[in-house]
């Protein structure tokens, strides 16, 4: 259940996708009269330009092997994140649980938890089999243990609510939202 930098990977394509423009433009620029007249108003071009056949070649393996690599990074990202909880098929009839029932049985049973400051759920499709990631954030220097047992107590709760176990990771954070969360909750 990894999860990849959203930003990293669209920085990354932008600059792959700028490179296969740069690189195509001189291509075509050397190749294509019509590319020439183009950018002629903002780049200076010999008005002579000649590209062995076998540069040509090696630029554009070149490219596709950037394509290929930019493919491969798009659809090995992302970590299978989905929006549906429990999916069960039984003949023609099907029913299917969404992440917000999962999401409001532990931010239930964890309400009244004094050291959870609070808590996120996503779920994930890990080898065509669906699990929850449980994140919670517990006020600094609260009892971990305590809370350890509360999200055990949630799972169980939302285990007997879905009819059936998942498989849940669950993630304890601190850090400034707990750092600055109140030592009293008010309900």
């Not at 999962?102 to 049973?109: A, F, G, L, S, W």
């Not at 954030?137 to 305590?146: E, H, I, K, L, T």
């Not at 709760?157 to 707990?178: E, I, K, N």
Request: proline letters at 3%; charged letters at 20%; aromatic letters at 2%.
């Amino acid at each position: 259940m990894t999860k990849s930098n959203r930003t990293m990977n669209r920085i990354i394509l932008f600059v792959l996708g700028l490179v296969a423009v740069v690189v195509g433009l001189t291509i075509g620029a050397g190749v294509l009269p019509a590319v020439q007249d183009a950018i002629k108003p903002t780049v200076d071009l010999p008005s002579n330009l000649d590209v062995p056949a076998s540069s040509l070649w090696i630029v554009a393996v070149a490219c596709a092997v950037v394509i290929v690599l930019a493919l491969v990074w798009v659809f090995t990202r992302g970590g299978g994140g989905t929006s549906v909880a429990v999916r069960e098929r039984s003949g023609e009839d099907a029913v299917t649980v969404n992440v917000a029932l999962v999401r409001d049985v532990v931010e239930h049973e964890l309400a009244g938890v004094r050291d959870v400051v609070g808590s996120r759920v996503d779920t994930y499709l890990v080898r065509k089999q669906r699990a929850a990631r449980i994140r919670v954030a517990v006020r600094r220097g609260g009892d971990a243990v305590s809370v350890l047992d509360a999200v055990d107590r949630a799972v169980a709760v939302l285990d007997r609510t879905l009819g059936r176990q998942v498989p849940v990771l669950v993630h304890l954070t601190g850090g400034t939202r707990s750092a600055l969360a109140k030592s009293t909750r008010v309900h």
